[in-house]
């Protein structure tokens, strides 16, 4: 039986950066040697399918599952009743990685790495039973986990590899 991938969440309010930290972070895994895929969550739903083309309009038709398949990329839109937890994301979808970055989920249980940066004058998003385990900022912060500056994308991968929150499987 293979091995869960283990997942990294990246949270914090909006428009604090963890887009672009995932954006500096992806290259550097693949740099190392690791094969990841990412989670964004959206709750105010999303369109990749556009009016008028083919898989729009199976879709409109009634289809359930529409797969979009090109010689280098597969898209699948699929109606669903509820909104998937992560880790039926995962199971579901994704193959073949060593980690999964997640990004949009606020409240998961899986490690955290919060994005603060207090010039934006709002409260931190985790608290002490948040499964926090790191901070990324743009000022030193004394919070009781690890804090790395915004910009060490390599000193916050070198911690994760070293901390064993994230091991090849």
Known sequence: MSKTIPMLSIVGKSNSGKTTLIEKMIPELIRRGWRVATIKHNRHGFAID?????????????????????PHQVAVVEDTERDYEIAELRD?????????????????????????????????????????????????????????????ITGLVNWLEKSGFITFR
């Open 50 to 70: 556009h009016e008028g083309k083919d898989s729009w309009r199976h879709k409109q038709a009634g289809a359930r599952t529409t797969v979009i398949a090109s």
């Open 92 to 152: 579901r979808y994704i193959r073949d990685v060593d980690l999964i970055i997640v990004e949009g989920f606020k409240q998961n249980p899986y490690p955290k790495i919060e994005v603060f940066r207090p010039s934006l004058r709002r409260e931190r998003l985790c608290g002490e039973n948040d499964n926090l385990i790191a901070l990324v900022s743009d000022e030193p912060l004394g919070a009781g986990v690890p804090c790395f500056d915004v910009n060490d």
